[in-house]
């Protein structure tokens, strides 16, 4: 079974600053997807960034970049130039590429951007 | 394209009591999931429809959970004889049969609170 670790309960950083959130998973599989998804303050879930396991570019959204190393099976979301906006939960998820549909997701990272 | 949609925001219910869920996926996504969030944690897996169709159950999923999807369109979550331990938020998500499938985009969320 696949676990996803991310060792950051909180973090903040200053507006306009960049920051970086940690994700490592664990999985005896070679197909996967990862995903980054941050949880406003009771709001509702929305998908960051997404990264295939299969392409070694890392994937980017904007302002938002992964750093994505397969061998050391690390996940990592950069967040550059901070908007308050960005204040969220920020979770790191998995999912395999075959049958199972199940996410699994790490327990998140709380992100503070101060103004 | 109006995104995943839950009913009711907000439930409150006193211990042994039943309640219902809804959840309306996006239009053209065939498949759709439950979740359960506790408070600071991520989100954890309970089940999976494809259709109407459930192929997947978590052992979360206990006996006094059922979960149904009968037109496969929008799909049910009820919970029998309500216990405090299942205060929670749930959520659905929802993703297409083609290409990103395995992309899911999740609702506001039900968030249940048992007396």
């Known amino acids: 079974a696949q676990t996803v670790t991310q060792s950051q309960p909180e973090m903040s950083v200053q507006e306009a600053e960049t920051v970086t959130l940690s994700c490592t998973y664990d999985?005896?599989?070679?197909?996967?997807?990862l995903f980054w998804y941050k949880q406003p303050p009771s709001r509702q879930m929305i998908l960051v960034i997404r990264q295939e396991a299969y392409k070694q570019q890392n994937a980017t959204e904007n302002r938002f970049s992964v750093n994505f190393q397969k061998a050391a099976k690390s996940f990592s979301l950069k967040i550059s130039d901070s908007q308050l906006g960005d204040t969220a939960m920020y979770f790191c998820a998995f999912i395999y590429s075959g049958s199972a549909r199940q996410l699994t997701f790490g327990s998140g990272t709380q992100l503070t951007v101060l103004p | 394209d109006t995104g995943v949609s839950q009913d009711p925001r907000h439930k409150i219910t006193k211990r042994g009591q039943n309640v219902t869920f809804r959840c309306d996926p996006i239009?053209?996504?065939?498949?759709l999931y439950w979740y359960r969030q506790t408070l600071g944690q991520g989100p954890e897996f309970l089940t999976y429809f494809q259709n109407e169709a459930q192929l997947e159950k978590s052992r979360l999923l206990s006996d006094r959970f059922s979960a149904e999807r009968p037109k496969g369109s929008f799909s049910t979550l009820e919970i029998q004889r309500t216990e405090q331990g299942d205060s929670a938020m749930y959520l659905c998500?929802?993703?297409?049969?083609?290409?990103?499938?395995?992309?899911?985009?999740f609702g506001p969320g039900t968030r249940l609170l048992v007396l």
């Open positions: 999985t005896s599989e070679s197909n996967y997807y």
């Open positions: 998500a929802s993703s297409s049969a083609g290409r990103r499938s395995e992309t899911q985009y």
């Open positions: 239009s053209e996504h065939n498949r």
